[in-house]
C-alpha cells in the first residue's frame, strides 16, 4: 500500500512516499480504507525526534493516528460493526497510509465530511479527557489558553455544551470567528492577568492550557491556584505545581460519541483548515509546526 514514512529524524523532508505492506485486523480491530488521515502537531514532534526520549520509535516509522474511512476487515470479537461501514477514529496502526487498522472508532455521521471525521480523534479525546480531569461543570467560567487551534475550539464547545461559560486567548483576526462560538476571547501574551479580569470580574473557576507557551503563571494567578490549571502541552507544568495529562495515561475514547452527539445537534464543528494529498504530509506538517493553523489540516487518502 502507499504510505509516508521518515527513515531518520529531523525535518519535513524526511518524510517520504513508499510503498509497505498492509496491516490486517487481529482479535478486537478493524481495518478500514483511509480516505483521509488527521494531522496533528504530535506527528511533527515524533518525526523530529524530539519526543524520542519518551516514545522511542523503530525506524523506518509512518506517522498518523487520526483517520476516517470505510470498514474493510473486521477481526474475531468485534461486534456492532460490519464491512462497508463508515467509520473514523485511533489508528493503532500508522495513519499515512492507505489502510489502517483500529480499535477504538465511533461511526461517521453522514452529514460529516471525510475530512471532518478524519480531523477529529486526537483533539475530541484530548478535550474531553482535560475537561473532565478539570472538573469542568455546568455554570463554571472556563478560561482556554489557545482557544483558536484544534484541541482549544473543541474544548470550548464541549464545555460550552456541558453549561460552562468559555473565555479564550486567541490571536486577534481569531476573535469574531470565536465570539460566533460562544467562546469570549481575548489575546494572549504580556498583560493576560488584567485583560481576563476585564472580561470576567467574577474570577475564572479552571483555566485549560492547550497552547503551551510559557503562560502558567498568569493561568495560576487568574484562577487563584495550580489546582485549578491543567495543561496538555506545556513542559514547565511540573516546576509550577500544574497538572499536564497526556493520552499516555490513558484515553478518553468515550469523546468520539460526545463530539457525534454535539455535531449532530448543530453544537459542534471544526473547520478543515487546509486539504493536502497523501505525498504533500511534509508541506502539511511544515504548516501545522508553523504554530497558527485554525481548524485542521487533513491529507486525502484515497
Ligand atoms: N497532551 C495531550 O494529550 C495532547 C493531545 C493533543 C494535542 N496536544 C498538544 O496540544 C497543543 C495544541 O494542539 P492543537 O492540535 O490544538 O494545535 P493547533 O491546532 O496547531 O493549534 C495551534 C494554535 O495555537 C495558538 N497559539 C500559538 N501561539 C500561542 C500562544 N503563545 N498562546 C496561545 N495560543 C497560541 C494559535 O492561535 P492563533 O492562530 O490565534 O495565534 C493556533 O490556533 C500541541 O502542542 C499538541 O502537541 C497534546
Given at each position: ?35 483521509a488521515a488527521g494531522v ?26 487520526d483517520?476516517a ?44 465530511s471525510w475530512e471532518e471525521?478524519a480531523g ?152 478543515v483548515a487546509q486539504t493536502f ?7 502539511a ?11 485542521k489540516l487533513v491529507l486525502r487518502?484515497?
Amino acid at each position: 500500500m502507499r504510505a509516508v514514512q521518515f527513515a531518520e529524524y529531523g525535518g519535513p523532508e524526511v518524510l517520504q512516499p513508499v510503498e509497505v505492506p498492509e496491516p490486517h485486523a487481529g482479535p478486537g480491530q478493524i481495518r478500514v480504507a483511509v480516505r483521509a488521515a488527521g494531522v496533528n502537531p504530535m506527528d511533527w514532534k515524533v518525526r523530529s525526534g524530539a519526543m524520542r526520549r519518551m516514545m522511542p520509535l523503530t525506524l523506518p516509522a509512518i506517522p498518523g493516528i487520526d483517520v476516517a474511512g470505510v470498514v474493510d476487515e473486521v477481526g474475531a470479537g468485534v461486534t456492532g460493526v460490519g464491512v462497508g461501514d463508515e467509520v473514523f477514529g485511533f489508528a493503532t496502526s500508522d495513519g499515512y497510509a492507505e489502510y489502517a487498522v483500529l480499535e477504538h472508532f465511533a461511526a461517521k455521521p453522514p452529514k460529516m465530511s471525510w475530512e471532518e471525521a478524519a480531523g477529529l480523534p486526537v483533539v475530541a479525546e484530548a478535550a474531553v479527557r482535560s475537561l473532565d480531569l478539570l472538573g469542568v461543570r455546568e455554570g463554571d467560567i472556563v478560561l482556554v489558553n489557545g482557544v483558536s487551534g484544534g484541541v482549544g475550539q473543541t474544548a470550548a464547545q464541549i464545555a460550552h455544551a456541558r453549561g460552562a461559560t468559555v473565555l479564550g486567548t486567541a490571536g486577534p483576526a481569531n476573535h469574531d470567528y470565536l465570539r460566533a462560538l460562544g467562546v469570549t476571547p481575548t489575546s494572549y501574551g504580556p498583560g493576560l492577568v488584567d485583560r481576563v479580569r476585564d472580561i470576567s470580574p467574577d474570577g475564572v473557576d479552571e483555566a485549560l492550557d492547550v497552547a503551551g507557551k510559557g503562560a502558567l503563571p498568569d493561568l495560576i494567578e487568574i484562577t487563584g491556584t495550580p489546582d485549578k490549571v491543567l495543561t496538555i502541552a506545556d513542559p514547565d507544568a511540573q516546576q509550577h505545581g500544574v497538572r499536564m495529562t497526556s493520552g499516555a495515561q490513558g484515553r478518553s475514547y468515550q469523546a468520539l460519541d460526545e463530539a457525534v452527539r454535539l455535531f449532530e445537534r448543530g453544537e459542534f464543528k471544526l473547520p478543515v483548515a487546509q486539504t493536502f494529498n497523501l505525498d504533500q504530509a511534509a508541506e502539511a506538517q511544515e504548516i501545522s509546526q508553523s504554530g497558527h493553523v485554525h481548524g485542521k489540516l487533513v491529507l486525502r487518502v484515497a
